[in-house]
């Protein structure tokens, strides 16, 4: 019986991403949803990455966590269109969030919409919410075991990227067992090593968010 109640709630969360993914295709925006857990650095890459797009690329965020507004306010302070959403104790987002706050995002004036997902490494891959691509971001500083121990964030993802690398000298952690766990269960899994503390290797992955932007929206 529980089976059939999850599967209920999963069907009618698939209807409503597909809602928001026909609003997304219609105004032809890029669609990511960051996934990673608490304190993996998805504020700071989402900041760096909207520095490096300098306006070319109109973006729009949508924040998500439990609580507090701390994350769309430092996006505010960029310049961009923002909206947080609090789930108020919901471990992830789903459609129905992303459709509630899709109204406070102009749609018809930008090229990309990042979603920031509640940090949390387990059911963030278990709703689409009409996004185009999952990405997944690790830190180094969580251990290099993490890809084996969760793997459906990493097979539902499109990228993965590798933070904090600025301190692998602190650590006792090998970035190729990600690597190569992380293609065991994908492998067709996009990897870029970044620090973006400090913007390092921010170049591979712009290039990737750019490449999709106007082709797969
Ligand atoms: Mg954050
Ligand atoms: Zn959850």
């Known amino acids: 019986m529980k089976l059939n109640v999850v599967s209920?709630?999963?069907?009618?969360?698939?209807?409503?991403?597909?809602?928001?993914?026909?609003?997304?295709?219609?105004?032809?925006?890029?669609?990511?949803n960051i996934m990673s857990s608490p304190g993996a650095g998805k504020t700071t890459l989402i900041e760096k990455t909207i520095r490096a797009l300098n306006g070319k690329i109109k973006a729009g965020v949508i924040e998500g966590d439990i609580q507090g507004t701390?994350?769309?306010?430092?996006?505010?302070?960029?310049?961009?269109?923002?909206?947080?959403?609090?789930?108020?104790?919901?471990?992830?987002?789903d459609a129905n969030m992303i459709k509630e706050a899709l109204p406070g995002i102009p749609l018809a004036d930008i090229d990309l919409l990042i979603i920031e997902n509640v940090g949390n490494l387990?059911?963030?891959?278990?709703?689409?919410?009409?996004?185009?691509?999952?990405?997944?971001?690790?830190?180094?500083?969580?251990?290099?075991?993490?890809?084996?121990?969760?793997?459906?964030?990493?097979?539902e993802s499109k990228a993965l990227v590798i933070n904090k690398t600025d301190?692998?000298?602190?650590?006792?952690?090998?970035?190729?067992?990600?690597?190569?766990d992380s293609l065991s269960l994908n492998p067709s899994l996009e990897i870029f090593e970044v620090s973006a503390r400090n913007s390092d290797g921010i170049s591979g992955w712009m290039d990737w968010l750019s490449g999709h932007i106007h082709k797969d929206s």
């Open 122 to 155: 387990v059911c963030p891959a278990e709703f689409n919410v009409g996004e185009h691509a999952k990405v997944m971001l690790l830190s180094i500083a969580e251990g290099d075991d993490k890809p084996l121990k969760y793997p459906l964030m990493f097979q």
């Open 70 to 93: 701390a994350d769309a306010e430092r996006i505010g302070s960029l310049g961009v269109p923002v909206v947080q959403i609090n789930t108020g104790g919901a471990c992830h987002l």
């Open 8 to 32: 209920r709630i999963l069907d009618a969360n698939e209807r409503l991403a597909e809602q928001n993914r026909e609003l997304f295709r219609k105004h032809n925006v890029f669609v990511v």
């Open 167 to 180: 301190l692998k000298p602190y650590l006792d952690v090998s970035v190729d067992k990600i690597r190569k």
